[in-house]
């Protein structure tokens, strides 16, 4: 047996992570599977099923005789995660816990805890999603001694690990995967690359691992767990009542307990009234919540958003990018919506414009915009700025026609 790379997989309890250490023990690596905990569920009368998903995850190691541990991130999740996640709600931004969870806890702490204290030579996760070195080869197996360097030594290549859509675009991880940095993506396996979700269920099945395929797929944010969203956040701050104002006409038609309670294009819960009106602007500053009649009210309606500072995955923008300071490529803001065409401007501090090929419903504030050209997922952007919504163009241009209307007649 030539040399064997130690590997460190993220366990979670599910279907997905557990075909990943199965594939990792079947190509020949050194597998230890870690549990990791990130959210006291004893908080939360018992809404995480973290101790169950750690059993599970225990047996599917004890199946294949592999290495077990489990790490806290408890207070780190805490204090990188969840505490600027009610900062952004209180600013009247949406944000995406999943993509912050992977940035700072799974590619960071994990990913430091998997190379430094298990001294790991990679980590891997069960997300769908294909690097570069992949690609490469890399990360394969060889049963013929190699110099006990070498695998370190692939590492120092300069050139950028590149993140690409996994096989099953349906299962497409790589939007929740477009900050992590480029040191833990240079380092990062995902054996499930080339997969598609049946066969993971069909691998598990034959595996003997029938307790974590009965599981349900873990649907939205664990913490909340069953509790309506308002529910929930008025736990940790305090309710600040205002008003929800139409957007046609400025009648006020109801009360709200925040505007960090509800996000831009959901249904608002407003008292006494039967038909459906919607969210679609918020003002922290007077607390007034914004809604129109239609589902896609044209204040709901956007094709412009600016970011914060871009994220690059391969750490430098694109070279075209660089050098025009525009760039074509596709967008999304939400998991799994259809990609849409954009123009991308960069700007001297590093945020970009961007530019849709046509109006969005909901683009949101404090969501993360996905870039990506091909297969190729470039990086993300936190959303920061909104363009004027066809509402808002729609009653400029009204206005624009009543005062040149308006406009007397030179005398002759």
């Not at 997989?9 to 557990?18: E, K, L, Q």
């Amino acid at each position: 047996m030539g040399f064997i790379r130690h590997v460190v997989c993220a366990m979670s309890g599910g279907v997905d992570s557990s075909v990943a250490a199965l594939l990792l023990k079947r190509r020949g690596y050194n597998v230890t599977g870690v549990f990791m905990k990130n959210w006291d569920s004893l908080d939360e009368k018992g809404v995480c099923t973290s101790d169950k998903d750690c059993e599970d995850a225990y047996r599917v190691c004890q199946s294949l005789d592999i290495a077990f541990h489990q790490v806290s991130y408890i207070k780190e999740y805490w204090h990188e995660v969840f505490s600027k996640l009610l900062k952004e709600y209180e600013m009247g931004r949406t944000p995406n816990p999943d993509i912050l969870c992977n940035k700072h806890i799974k590619f960071k702490h994990f990913h430091q805890y998997a190379v430094n204290t298990l001294d790991a030579d990679a980590m891997a996760t069960g997300h769908y999603a294909r690097t570069s070195q992949e690609d490469e080869d890399i990360f394969q197996q060889k049963h013929v001694a190699p110099r006990t360097t070498l695998f370190r030594d692939r590492f120092e290549i300069t050139n950028p690990v590149r993140l690409y859509k996994g096989a099953d675009l349906m299962k497409d991880q790589t939007f929740f995967l477009s900050q992590i940095s480029q040191d833990a993506l240079r380092r990062t396996m995902f054996p499930l690359a080339g997969l598609t979700k049946d066969f993971v269920k069909k691998m598990a099945a034959e595996a003997g691992f029938h307790h974590v395929l009965k599981k349900k797929e873990s649907m939205g944010i664990c913490f909340i767990g069953e509790r309506k969203f308002e529910e929930f956040i008025l736990e940790y701050l305090e309710p600040k009542p205002g008003n929800f104002v139409s957007i046609e006409d400025g009648e006020i038609m109801g009360q709200h307990k925040g505007w960090f309670t509800m996000t831009l294009g959901q249904r608002a819960r407003i008292g006494g009234r039967r038909e459906a009106w919607f969210v679609v602007d918020k003002d922290i500053t007077t607390g007034d919540v914004f809604v129109g009649p239609t589902t896609n009210h044209s204040a709901l309606l956007r094709d412009t958003v600016r970011t914060d500072r871009f994220h690059w995955l391969a750490v430098d923008p694109p070279p075209g990018l660089i050098r025009t300071k525009m760039m074509e490529c596709h967008f999304r803001f939400i998991h799994q919506m259809p990609l849409v065409p954009c123009t991308v401007t960069l700007n001297m501090d590093g945020t970009v414009w961007i530019m849709l090929s046509q109006p969005i419903r909901a683009l949101t504030p404090g969501q993360f915009a996905v870039l990506y050209k091909g297969d190729e997922c470039l990086g993300s952007g936190k959303i920061m700025r909104l363009g004027p919504s066809e509402h808002t163009l729609q009653r400029g241009r009204e206005r624009m026609m009543a005062a040149t209307q308006k406009t007397p007649e030179p005398a002759s």
